[in-house]
């Protein structure tokens, strides 16, 4: 039994919350979807439980192959116990397939697979618009140490090759995704989520986003998009609608 404390952040897509244990903190899924940096806000019914067990998914099968993270077990069906970890004030975008703002920036063409996986960081500014950042950025100004970019890259690349085998085969491509880390003990860990609300999914044979973008870009069946990928994942047939209590 975990006793639910104070809300410690709540973001775009969940609300993370102390426990009696201050190195535990529980992440509740929400429905809320926001894109834009919050210009644009509605409702995916049914996110949040995908979401979490779309997370419980993947962190756990990451565990398995030896990527430490965050996540400890899904409470029920919209939250998750996880280490409390200190995020990082920057995220690592990894891609493998120009799309979004790489496509924007460069005006590479967006679906042109990328000769090498890109590694970007970005400051978790939304009022900055999360500015791009290299390495010697995020050292000069002491957002973390050579040692943990060095270990938050190497995690990455193993993650990108990771999720992108296991995605194969169930005929999504992973184009690009961005991932969180936190300090723990003196750790690195992999935190927050992997979902289709921070990954770009598009089905091989169609090329079709089932991700986040269906929502960003006014594409319809987002719902079913997100659906479709927790059943190809796990098998699990989401049935309940409406956000409960
Ligand atoms: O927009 P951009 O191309 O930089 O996004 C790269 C990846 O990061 C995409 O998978 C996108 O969904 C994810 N992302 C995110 N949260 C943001 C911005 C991007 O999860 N605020």
Redesign the pocket.
Known sequence: MTNIGQTIIEGKGKRVYATENPDEAVVYYKDEAMAFHGLKRGRIIGKGEINNRICEYLFTLLQQQGVPNHFIRRIDDRSSLVKRVAIFPVVV?VRNIV????ARRTGYPEGTRLKNTVIEYCLKDTELD?PLVNQTHITAMDLATADEICRMEQISLRVNEILTGVLADINIEL????LEYGRFHGEVLLADEISP????FWDASTHEPL??DRFRHDMGDVEDAYREVLHRLTGYVFKSNEEGA
């Open positions: 975008k799309a979004g703002s790489l999360d184009i690009d995704c961005k609300d921070t990954c770009r991700d986040i």
